[in-house]
């Protein structure tokens, strides 16, 4: 398995993202795949996540700013990210085959190495 996160950056408040997991190795189209971030000095929480019939569900803090979508034929999940927040900044990992699709009971089984989004106030 392999996940591959890219689309992080600096941005400004108010501003724009798209990060994007490019996965391979195993039948991405079958599974619950997530989107999680981790901010310094803090735990590791679950952001988005779409399952196979592509029903999302999202943290509350993301809800209505934060999209998440994926493309079956490319094996390619998104994260569309709008009206961000200083306090979005954090490290953003893809994963794979959650069990439970949702942010809070999500166990991943495989994880990315992250993309950093930095968003400045």
């Known amino acids: 398995v392999q996940l591959v996160e890219s689309g992080g950056g600096s941005v400004q408040a108010g501003g724009s993202l798209r990060l994007s997991c490019v996965a391979s190795g195993f039948t991405f189209s079958s599974v619950c795949m997530g989107w999680f971030r981790q901010a310094p000095g803090k735990e590791r929480e679950g952001v988005a996540t779409?399952?196979?019939?592509?029903?999302?569900n999202y943290a509350e803090s993301v809800s209505g700013r934060f999209t998440v979508s994926r493309d079956n034929v490319m094996s390619i999940l998104y994260l569309q990210m709008k009206s961000l927040k200083a306090e979005d900044t954090a490290l953003y990992y893809c994963?794979?085959?959650?069990?439970?699709?949702?942010?809070?009971?999500?166990?991943?089984?495989?994880w990315g190495q992250g993309t950093q989004v930095t968003v400045s106030s």
């Open positions: 779409i399952d196979s019939d592509g029903t999302t």
């Open positions: 994963a794979s085959d959650l069990g439970p699709c949702t942010v809070d009971a999500g166990t991943p089984l495989d």
